[in-house]
């Protein structure tokens, strides 16, 4: 790996502190409002939030999606005025961000502390130097989403279900994003007639019995348009279910409002899957926006992203999980990082999310615990990846080692015999006996 040298933000005084964060955002009429700024900052101390960063905003705009849309960070300029960036680090992300850009909305960038470089937050949404000096690892459409479109905008992987690709704008651009190659064709959003092309689709394979909404995020789209996509579908009897794929309650909860919902709630079962990757995302405002959700009739279920320094390990997984529970969300995948071009250093090996799962089954409840997944490149589809709990599988027996790594004989109710395990291909006799071998020997217990 190429050792990148690279500011330290944390160098920077007080005083210089001070005047990066009173100098917010000047380009637009709305970004007036938020020019009156705190003048002082206790040394040491690590505020986020509106208040620290946008004090002149009133309550009425910063509820307001559309205020945080147009007013997103997307200049490496405009971002200094809030996180100490030092004039080399200026200028290489500079360049970082004429290959993949950079937008940020006031929300996400709130939840930032800008005097840790290494915040989990921050390195989600601040580029990094990395994404082009590693930029020759990684492909960029790993999951051959363009090889498995029938026709534009519209993948179609799986039998019984679809995936439409109806924008790629998005109010944040996550620096691990799966479709980062789209980032470089400037913003597009799906015509009316493409958008027909694929209802026609739908309409005419009876085989679709659900479809995926997705982008970009698809929740950029106004909800007059969203309701006559919906509506369309629904007017489709074999399509059963509608999932919508959007990041909106993480990064900008605020477009959940009463407006949406009510469309939403008029064209169920829609079931929507957003993307909490740290529990400090976890605001009263994002599990408002969830409440909100659950509310109209529509299940909330998590994707996370495993992503290096942010995510991996039990410590951050398990208070993620548990607060997705305590808002109702379901932690429904933990997704291994996509193999992309500009990622490479947000990457984990494999090995990170299997032992995270090893930590959390057994020592929570199973409802917290997400199913983790690789997602195969060239389209291969996800394979979902655990500790390996079975170590001999016969047909007559199984042995099997629970979560405190002791090993426990099951009778396998199995009246066929001569089987061959799958796991290994070897006659089982041997391998339980060598297992057996090395079992520990436990009591019986009753079920927890
Ligand atoms: S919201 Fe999703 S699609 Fe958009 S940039 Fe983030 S990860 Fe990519």
Aim: hydrophobic share 35%; net charge neutral; with cysteine.
């Amino acid at each position: 790996m190429t050792s990148i040298k690279t500011s330290t933000p944390t160098s920077l005084n007080v005083t210089n502190r001070t005047r990066l964060r009173s100098n917010i955002i000047t380009e637009s009429p709305d970004e007036q409002v938020c020019a009156s700024v705190a003048q002082e900052e206790p040394p040491g101390k690590c505020d986020t939030g509106k208040e620290k960063f946008f004090p002149g905003v009133p309550d009425y705009l910063w509820n307001d999606w559309k205020w945080h849309f147009r007013n997103r960070i997307t200049t490496i300029e405009q971002l200094s005025r809030f996180i100490p960036i030092s004039c080399d680090e200026k200028l290489l992300l500079e360049t970082v961000i004429k290959r993949y850009p950079m937008a940020i909305t006031p929300y996400y960038l709130s939840l930032i502390n800008p005097d840790d470089p290494d915040d989990p937050i921050r390195k989600q949404a601040v580029p990094s130097i990395l994404e082009t000096a590693m930029d020759a690892m990684g492909m960029e459409d790993p999951l051959g989403e363009k090889e498995d479109s029938v026709i534009p905008g519209l993948v179609h992987r799986y039998p019984d279900r679809v995936l439409m690709v109806l924008t790629d704008i998005c109010p944040m651009l996550c620096r691990h994003c799966t479709r980062k190659r789209e980032w470089r064709h400037g913003a597009w959003t799906r015509t009316v007639s493409e958008i027909d092309r694929m209802l026609d689709y739908i309409r005419n394979n009876n085989g679709i019995r659900d479809v995926i909404i997705s982008g970009g995020d698809p929740l950029t789209l106004s909800n007059q348009q969203l309701e006559h996509i919906l509506s369309k579908l629904r007017e489709i009897k074999h399509v059963e279910i509608i999932r919508i794929g959007s990041r909106f309650p993480v990064v900008l909860p605020q477009r959940i409002d009463t407006e949406l919902c009510t469309v939403l709630s008029k064209y169920g079962p829609i079931w929507f899957n957003t993307h909490f990757n740290h529990p400090r995302e976890l605001t009263p405002e994002a599990t408002n926006a969830c409440d909100r959700l659950i509310r109209s009739g529509v299940p909330v279920n998590n994707q996370s992203v495993l992503l290096r320094g942010i995510n991996d390990s039990v410590e951050i997984m398990t208070p993620l999980c548990h607060g997705l529970l305590k808002a109702k969300v379901r932690p429904y995948y933990l997704f291994q990082c996509d193999e992309v071009q500009g990622t490479e250093h947000l990457r984990t090996p494999v090995e990170v999310g299997i032992n995270i799962i090893k930590g959390m089954r057994g020592h929570t409840s199973g409802l917290a615990v997400p199913t983790f997944v690789v997602d195969l490149v060239h389209g291969g589809g996800k394979v979902p990846l655990q500790p390996n709990y079975v170590l001999s599988m016969t047909d007559k027996e199984l042995l099997l080692r629970n979560y405190e790594g002791q090993v426990y004989r099951y009778r396998n109710p199995n009246p066929e015999t001569g089987v061959k395990t799958e796991m290994t291909g070897q006659p089982q006799s041997d391998i339980v006996e060598s297992l057996l071998a090395h079992a520990v020997p436990v009591e019986k217990k009753g079920r927890g």
